[in-house]
C-alpha cells in the first residue's frame, strides 16, 4: 500500500502590495520636493551696516464676560476704558479683538467702530470660551 504524503502550505508573502506601496511614496516625494535649481551658485550675500529699528504695531484688544477691556501691548497687559482706546492705538497698525464668546453682538461693534475711527484697518476677531 502506498503511503500518501500531506502537502505541507508554505507560507509565503505577496510582496506586490508593499512594492506598488513604495513606488508610490516614491513617486509622492519626487513631486512634492522642491529642487533649488541656484544651488551651485556660490553668492556672498551683503551686509548692511545700517540696522532698521521695527516697532511692534500690533495690539491686541480682550474683552472678557463682564465686558471689561483689556489691551495686550508690548508683552504687557492694560485694562483700559474704551473711550480712551485712541491714545493706546497711536502708531498702531494692526489690532486683534478677542473676546468671550456670550459677549453681546453690540459690544464687539462698538470696539470695532472705535477701532476704525482711529483709522486702522487691519483687524482681526477671535473668540474664546
Known amino acids: 500500500m502506498g503511503r500518501y504524503r500531506k502537502k505541507r502550505n508554505i507560507m509565503s508573502l505577496d510582496l506586490?502590495?508593499?512594492i506598488d506601496v513604495v513606488?508610490?511614496?516614491?513617486?509622492?516625494?519626487m513631486v512634492s520636493t522642491t529642487?533649488?535649481?541656484?544651488g551651485k551658485i556660490d553668492i556672498d550675500v551683503p551686509v548692511s551696516k545700517v540696522s532698521e529699528k521695527t516697532e511692534d504695531t500690533k495690539v491686541e484688544i480682550v474683552i472678557d464676560k463682564n465686558?471689561?477691556?483689556f489691551i495686550l501691548k508690548d508683552g504687557k497687559t492694560f485694562p483700559i476704558n474704551i473711550d480712551d482706546l485712541g491714545e493706546y492705538l497711536k502708531d498702531v497698525k494692526e489690532v486683534s479683538i478677542t473676546g468671550d464668546k456670550n459677549l453681546k453682538y453690540q459690544t464687539?461693534?462698538?470696539l470695532i467702530t472705535?477701532?476704525?475711527?482711529?483709522?486702522i484697518e487691519?483687524?482681526?476677531i477671535n473668540f474664546y470660551e
Not at 23 to 29: H, S
Open 114 to 119: 472705535k477701532v476704525k475711527q482711529q483709522g
Open 16 to 18: 506586490t502590495p508593499l
Open 122 to 124: 487691519n483687524l482681526g
Open 35 to 38: 529642487f533649488n535649481k541656484y
Open 23 to 29: 513606488f508610490l511614496l516614491l513617486i509622492f516625494f
Open 108 to 110: 464687539v461693534m462698538d
Open 67 to 69: 465686558e471689561n477691556y
